[in-house]
C-alpha cells in the first residue's frame, strides 16, 4: 500500500468517525477500542528491539570487519558465478 492510499483510508475513517459517531457513550468506546489496539502493536514491536548491541560491542564489530580484508572485483564475483553454476 502506497503512502497517498494509507492516507486516504486514514481520511475516510475519520470522514466516518466524524459523521457516525453521535454520543459521548460511543465516542467513549472508539477512544477504548484505539487505546487496546494500540497497546496491542506497540507489544509486539516492542517485543524485539532491532538492535541489541552495546556502544562497545559495536566499536568491536566494526573494527573486526575493517580488519578482514575479502575484497572482491566485480570481475572475481562473476567469474566465481560462473564457476559455481558449471559445477552443477
Same mark, same amino acid.
Request: hydrophobic residues 35%.
Given at each position: 500500500?502506497t @503512502?497517498?492510499?494509507?492516507e486516504a483510508r486514514?481520511?475516510?475513517? +475519520?470522514?466516518?468517525?466524524?459523521t457516525e459517531?453521535n454520543? *459521548?457513550?460511543?465516542?467513549?468506546?472508539? =477512544?477504548?477500542?484505539?487505546?487496546?489496539?494500540?497497546?496491542?502493536? &506497540?507489544?509486539t @514491536?516492542? =517485543?524485539?528491539p532491532?538492535?541489541?548491541y552495546?556502544?562497545s560491542?559495536?566499536?568491536s564489530?566494526?573494527?573486526e570487519? *575493517?580488519?578482514?580484508?575479502? &575484497?572482491? @572485483?566485480?570481475?572475481? +564475483?562473476?567469474? *566465481?558465478?560462473?564457476n &559455481?553454476? =558449471?559445477s552443477?
Amino acid at each position: 500500500m502506497t @503512502t497517498i492510499e494509507l492516507e486516504a483510508r486514514k481520511a475516510l475513517l +475519520v470522514k466516518e468517525i466524524l459523521t457516525e459517531i453521535n454520543s *459521548e457513550e460511543m465516542l467513549d468506546k472508539l =477512544a477504548g477500542y484505539l487505546k487496546r489496539i494500540k497497546k496491542q502493536s &506497540f507489544k509486539t @514491536t516492542a =517485543a524485539a528491539p532491532p538492535c541489541q548491541y552495546t556502544r562497545s560491542e559495536m566499536q568491536s564489530l566494526l573494527l573486526e570487519r *575493517e580488519n578482514d580484508s575479502h &575484497f572482491y @572485483t566485480q570481475d572475481q +564475483v562473476r567469474e *566465481e558465478m560462473k564457476n &559455481f553454476i =558449471a559445477s552443477l
